[in-house]
């Protein structure tokens, strides 16, 4: 039988009891849980690995939870993420939604609770991955279907490398937008590190040379931010 997959989960919260008590509670439900107790360590921690969604507190020291959320924001806008806090003011609730939570908790609360409502969310992040994985896209000249990870171009198919295969799909997602380069570097090579973005840079240089037929097709460098593919 099929390993079930361990979903990673950040956890930010600068009280020790609490974070312990959460931390050991997820853990018991198969849930693999990095704790941090400030928004610096969790914004670090966010760097370094792939998660699967993010539990902050809001009142934290160095750096409280809604600037840490603006910082995971601009990485990845779609993870899923959690306010935990004990401030009520319908005011810091609206600014916890307006910054992308998809739930604002308050305490204290039902640990069930909040593992009931992070499975939901998890489940439907899961199905609509599903849903994109039989996407298939034309850009330009070429026809690119991710399932069977082919190019194709003028009666001619190029085979990509699960890697090529994989940035080609996330440059496709956000054609003629920006691809941030953390973004992918997370999703594909599992961290950012420097040699990570230079194994990267190789992938690009090699995506490049599989659609130079189509003048209209380029791959720019948005100089220390990320990727654009521009294609009609």
């Keep these: ?13 600068d009280d020790a009891n609490l974070g312990m008590v959460l931390k050991n509670y997820l853990e018991l ?4 849980v990095t704790l941090e107790r400030d928004g610096r360590l969790g914004l670090a921690a966010f760097q ?6 993010c539990l902050l507190d809001v009142m934290m020291p160095n750096m409280d939870g809604f ?4 910082e995971i924001r601009d ?16 005011e810091d609730i609206i600014q916890g939604y307006k910054l992308g939570a998809d739930d604002y908790i308050t305490k204290p609360f039902d640990s069930e609770v909040l593992l009931l409502k992070m499975k939901a969310i998890l489940k439907r992040n899961e199905e609509e ?12 000249k070429y026809h690119f279907n991710p399932k069977l990870r082919e190019l194709k171009h003028d ?25 941030p380069r953390e973004k992918a570097l997370k999703k594909i090579w599992g961290s950012d590190t420097y040699f990570n973005g230079r194994s990267m840079d190789v992938y690009i240089a090699k995506l490049r ?11 720019v460098n948005i100089h220390g931010n990320g990727f654009r593919l521009v294609a009609p």
């Design 29 to 32: 439900n198969d849930y693999d």
């Design 48 to 53: 370094r690995e792939k998660f699967d969604i």
């Design 67 to 70: 600037t840490l959320a603006e």
């Design 155 to 179: 009666g001619s198919t190029q085979t990509l490398s699960p890697k090529e295969n994989e940035l080609l799909k996330m440059l496709a997602e956000h054609k003629n937008d920006l691809l």
């Design 75 to 90: 990485v990845d806008p779609d993870i899923p993420l959690f306010f935990l806090s004990a401030k009520t003011m319908k």
């Design 1 to 13: 039988m099929e390993d079930k997959k361990k979903y990673k989960i950040l956890l930010c919260e």
């Design 129 to 140: 991955s599903r849903v994109s994985e039989n996407i298939e896209f034309d850009l330009g």
């Design 209 to 219: 040379k599989y659609l130079k037929e189509d003048g209209n097709i380029e791959i």
